[in-house]
């Protein structure tokens, strides 16, 4: 497998499930803007969408965030990155990986244009705020999104939630996230997705 990322962007979430399967994957850095990878190749050729995260397999090239993770979580069903297909548990992680990508992730977005108008920032950053104080009170002190165990999910939600600092986006008033993010944070998966996305501090 080769993942193409780029450093801090949603493709870190791949990186990190990708160490905590433990599976054999090299990873290529990607200028999203020029379309370039580190190598020097076209990368619209590799992904005709021009962004991150880029999965090639031995089936193919995979594209999506959420279709990534689930892939590289059942490439070690004994690493328990999610529940097994067809289970109650699995519909759940499914639930989880959609409400990151719609309601988190992609409030966030408007939150990287530095043009965009003051009132529409402002409706941006309160879409966001109700989403963040919603999840906040879903996790539970010292648990993962689906309990005991770590998934691809809080991979993909620390991701986006890491994002905060950059944007800033205070998450201070919410200690239950930050208690979370640490906990994230201090996997040895998550250290060596950072440390190889040169994100380490």
């Known amino acids: 497998m080769k993942l193409y990322y780029s450093p801090g962007a949603c493709s870190l979430a791949s990186h ?10 090299e990873a290529e850095q990607v200028d999203t803007k020029a379309k370039k990878t580190k190598s020097g190749k076209d990368f ?6 021009g962004y991150v995260p880029c999965l ?13 993770l689930q892939y590289i979580a059942d490439q070690a069903p004994e690493k ?4 097994k297909n067809g289970t109650w548990e699995r519909y759940r992680a499914q639930e989880w990986l959609n409400f990151i990508a719609t309601e988190i992730h992609k409030n966030f977005s408007p ?4 043009d965009l108008p003051e009132a529409t920032k402002k409706a941006a950053i309160e879409r966001l705020t109700a989403r963040v104080q919603w999840l906040a009170g879903q996790i539970k002190p010292g648990q993962y999104l689906l309990g005991s165990q770590f998934s691809v999910c809080d991979a993909y939600l620390f ?20 208690g979370y993010l640490e906990k994230v944070t201090n996997l040895p998966a998550t250290q060596s997705a950072l440390k190889a996305e040169g994100l380490s501090k």
Do not use: H, Y
């Open 159 to 178: 991701t986006v939630l890491n994002w905060s600092r950059s944007v800033k986006f205070d998450l201070t008033q919410w200690p239950a996230l930050m």
């Open 80 to 83: 328990n990155l999610l529940p």
């Open 56 to 68: 090639e397999t031995k089936e193919g090239v995979l594209t999506e965030g959420c279709a990534i």
């Open 111 to 114: 939150l990287w244009n530095k």
């Open 44 to 49: 619209s050729k590799i992904n005709s969408k």
């Open 16 to 25: 990190i499930a990708l160490f905590g399967a433990g599976v054999k994957f």
